[in-house]
């Protein structure tokens, strides 16, 4: 969501089988990694984020929907 309302929609990380685009496999990082250096190539910054829904994975690693 934008400052004056508006929303923008992006498409959040890359299938495996997804070839075009230039982002990444997968739609989440580690902040290891993010500390690390490892993504300094795609200039992150951080953002807030209106979501209607989201998954993470538990301790057990299995996948929640929140």
Same mark, same amino acid.
């Given at each position: 969501?934008?400052?004056y309302?508006?929303?923008? +929609?992006?498409? $959040?990380?890359? =299938?495996?089988?997804?070839? &075009?685009?230039?982002?990444?496999?997968?739609?989440?990082?580690?902040?290891?990694?993010?500390?690390?250096?490892? +993504?300094?190539? $795609?200039?992150? =910054?951080?953002?807030?984020l &209106?979501?209607?829904s989201?998954?993470?994975k538990?301790?057990?690693?299995?996948?929640?929907?929140?």
């Amino acid at each position: 969501m934008l400052r004056y309302g508006g929303v923008i +929609w992006v498409i $959040w990380g890359k =299938r495996k089988l997804e070839s &075009s685009g230039r982002f990444p496999n997968g739609g989440r990082i580690r902040i290891g990694s993010i500390k690390a250096s490892k +993504w300094k190539l $795609w200039h992150l =910054r951080l953002v807030l984020l &209106s979501t209607e829904s989201f998954m993470e994975k538990a301790d057990d690693k299995q996948s929640e929907n929140g």
